[in-house]
């Protein structure tokens, strides 16, 4: 079947959009270096990321329904010559993993870099991921850092791609904001992390240093790399020990724990907090 | 049909599972008086409220094998005077929301106080959630607020069950372990917490206070009730102005905001944090 002439509205049989709903599976966003990111919110961070030289969006797919509630959105695309495809409501649900489609989906590029690159620079507030397995939490953590003004998120091992939906959802367009690194090998993270300076914190039940402490006795004023692990079985016993310290968030109710996104928010805020009152007091992170 | 005789497998069209069914659903929960926890954390914490007086378990639904994994749990329920009673695994999914059943669900009393009972004491830190509208949210506040040491939640305005069963998952045991309480009257709630000598802290967007200046001028010392809003549309605005100060967490990157249950943990942990604190100065809370 011949693709429609630009200007015609695309359906879910459509080439371009049969091609772009590969990208729905990580095996697809690999072999093509591509990922969709749905809705308004994702779609403004993509496109003012590009605007800004940091992620490239190859196309837009909107439903006239979508742009029209989004005035500006075309004209914003069409100046970063962004193409923009009409599709119908069906193939817009068919780029979806939602229940109830915007109706706005943009391809865009892997957001990679290497460690190196996310670490240029003088980094002094790093998130590291060990081994995630939910793309919810990899979004919620992404969100977190970028709010707490990480430097960077590095996702080490074999964790989840950042690219999924989920993640992208999740993240709340933070994906875009923030360098991501995927690392496979964990020790090599590590190795950079203390090469550029930053003193690495274990967050993990049962630390020697509770995170009120570590407040108050300056540990976290340093320039910092927070290690969290996966939800349900906690970081490596080797990362853990490699570690400069072993944070807890203290539980001063009757819960056993708190989730990953909310003990990164807790402990990512908490290093925020102290490396800007040292700023404050001109202290080495000025 | 007749129900089988004690000690018979029950499945999914045995009366009494069938009953148990109806608790999936708010309108059958409120009829009953009771509800359902799913899952063995979520077991293990409903009959630890119930030996401690602080819960009523009237039956709990147990597929062969999953009693099996959790030597001891029909001992426990047993010792508590709760009927346990083996079904089969169609039963079980038949009483579950989760796509993996565990094999374990226990009929539990509803877990509401009134807001008077729940401010019974002396509170000093409180969690007030007006308008809720998500569950998993909700569930996710219950257990920061359970983990930062709080008094109790107040669920407040027309917002979403806390025994429905996202909640009650999302709070990883914590329904069981602090005070409850739903209020229409959101004003009449404000006023009890006042008159308990609670400040009313707002967390909004814009707020006039910046959570670390908070942190550092004494504010979140003081016995405090947190307000939080809906995730979509935040507090309503007659709540934020009679809130005795509305407080923002900081953005220092490029996110628009935090989800709910993040910036509750942010909010929530320094507050336990400066309240601690000012104890150990042997402050107003000591």
Redesign the interface.
């Known amino acids: 079947m011949p693709e429609p002439e630009t200007g015609l509205v695309c359906t879910e049989r459509t080439p371009r959009v049969v091609t772009a709903r590969k990208l729905l599976r990580r095996a697809g966003r690999e072999r093509a270096g591509r990922f969709l990111a749905e809705g308004s919110?994702a779609v403004d961070a993509a496109l003012a990321a590009a605007g800004d030289g940091g992620g490239r969006v190859y196309e837009l797919f909107a439903t006239a329904e979508a742009l029209g509630h989004h005035p500006g959105l075309e004209r914003t695309a069409r100046d970063l010559g962004v193409p923009v495809t009409l599709v119908t409501e069906r193939a817009a649900a068919a780029l979806s993993e939602t229940v109830t489609p915007q109706g706005l989906i943009a391809v865009c590029g892997l957001l990679h870099v290497s460690v190196e690159t996310a670490l240029a620079g003088t980094p002094t507030l790093v998130v590291m991921l060990v081994e995630a397995a939910d793309p919810g939490n990899v979004g919620?953590l992404i969100?977190?850092?970028?709010?707490?003004?990480?430097d960077a998120v590095i996702l080490a091992g074999d964790g989840c791609d950042p690219h999924n939906g989920k993640s992208v959802r999740a993240s709340?367009?933070?994906v875009f904001?923030?360098p991501l690194a995927p690392v496979r090998d964990v020790p090599s993270a590590l190795t950079e992390c203390r090469r550029r300076g930053l003193r690495l914190l274990a967050a993990t039940a049962g630390g020697e240093l509770d995170l009120?402490t570590a407040?108050e006795d300056g540990t976290l004023a340093a320039p910092s790399a927070w290690l969290f692990g996966n939800e349900a079985h906690g970081l490596p016993g080797d990362v853990t020990g490699a570690a400069d310290h072993r944070v807890s968030?203290?539980?001063?109710?009757?819960?056993?724990?708190?989730?990953l996104?909310?003990?990164?928010?807790?402990c990512v805020?908490a290093s925020?907090?102290a490396q800007?009152?040292e700023r404050g007091r001109g202290g080495a992170l000025s």
């Open positions: 919110q919620a969100r977190v850092a970028d709010a707490a003004g990480a709340a367009g933070s904001h923030l009120d407040a968030v203290p539980i001063h109710g009757r819960a056993e724990s708190l989730n996104a909310t003990a990164a928010a807790v805020y925020a907090r800007r009152r």
